[in-house]
């Protein structure tokens, strides 16, 4: 009986436990946040740069965790975070959280070629069509080379 | 006791102590070998459905909700995002739900995690860091010190196939260096 009254209370002080958030990686030690909209209006400003940002979980690689999109703060707009394979796996189950992240702001310029490459993969992990028709030319991405991430409710 | 004998009784013990690690990292090991041809730890379902033309506001709570009522779905709404003008993402308890508001087009994704080979895989990838790092390196070790010890138990009558099943575990990796590096 006793047994069992420790392990309905022990269950019943963790069980909280899961509403907090979990860091990876280093975790989050800046202490001022960049509107990720501020990123993409002026990313001359960020390139090189670590920031802290913010945001809802959009998408997560589902193949190795080793990426995230986070929504931006306006309508219509995400940034990727990537981050080393392996150093940090992202959960599937992230997925709709809020994460506060931190990294360092890149700025990759691509030839439609590699466009297509990366537009392929990301089709085939997602198990969607891709047509390279659709790629019209080469574009530049912004994404943040993530370190540490905090993700609420996972 | 002899050196012989130390090194069978240690061969033997260590041995039993690595079976479960070895039967975990054997298994996780074919699982993410193939990480190019299927997802190991999680089992990805997508289904596609039309609920017909959402005409409210995407930015309605009740728009949302709506979506969810057409699609039958019980699970409470977490969270939303708007991708561009015609579509909204709703998520739904781990699951991410997808229309496109003229046509009604909707794609379910559901990531279920596969039961014991995700956990396998997360401690086979390293994913909890900390202790495990040593407990693995501690393994690592173990399992050097069976490939010697067993070289050491060789008796004179199957030496010679010893050494020639020893020699061709050797060749076969550099061949295959030969070959692609």
Redesign the interface.
């Known amino acids: 009986m006793h047994t069992f009254l420790i392990t309905i209370l022990l269950a019943a002080m963790l069980s909280p436990v899961t509403a907090f958030s979990k860091d990876f990686g280093n975790g989050v030690t800046l202490s001022e946040e960049t509107a990720i909209s501020a990123i993409i209006d002026t990313p001359a400003d960020y390139v090189g740069k670590k920031v802290k940002v913010s945001g809802?979980i959009?998408?997560v690689c589902?193949?190795?965790g080793c990426w995230i999109y986070l929504?931006g703060d306006r309508?219509?707009e995400?940034i990727r975070i990537k981050v080393t394979d392996?150093e940090i796996?992202f959960p599937?189950?992230a997925?709709?959280?809020?994460a506060t992240v931190e990294g360092v702001v890149e700025s990759m310029v691509l030839t439609r070629e590699e466009v297509i490459k990366r537009r392929k993969h990301h089709a085939e992990e997602k198990?969607i069509d891709f047509d390279p028709a659709s790629v019209a030319s080469g574009e530049t991405v912004l994404r943040i080379r993530g370190l540490g991430a905090s993700i609420d409710g996972v | 006791m002899s050196w012989r004998r130390w090194n069978y009784v240690l061969h033997r013990d260590i041995g039993f102590l690595c079976i479960g690690l070895t039967l975990l990292y054997a298994i996780s090991g074919v699982a993410v070998n193939h990480i190019k041809e299927w997802n190991p730890s999680y089992s990805v379902e997508r289904v596609e459905t039309n609920i017909g033309p959402v005409v409210g506001n995407p930015a309605d709570a009740a728009t949302a909700l709506e979506i969810l009522a057409r699609l039958g779905e019980p699970g409470k709404l977490e969270s939303s995002y708007r991708p561009d003008r015609n579509s909204l993402q709703l998520f739904v308890e781990g699951r991410s739900i997808t229309v496109d508001l003229p046509s009604g087009h909707v794609v379910h994704d559901r990531a279920v995690p596969r039961p014991v080979l995700r956990e396998m895989n997360y401690l086979h990838l390293n994913h909890p860091k900390k202790a495990w790092t040593w407990f693995a390196d501690l393994y690592a070790v173990a399992l050097a010190f069976l490939a010697v010890s067993g070289l050491f138990m060789l008796r004179r009558k199957t030496m010679r196939r010893g050494l020639v099943l020893t020699g061709i575990g050797v060749v076969i990796p550099l061949f295959f260096l030969i070959l692609y590096l």
Do not use: P, Q, Y
């Open positions: 809802l959009i998408d589902s193949t190795r929504a309508d219509f995400k392996g796996v599937m189950e997925r709709g959280k809020v198990g």
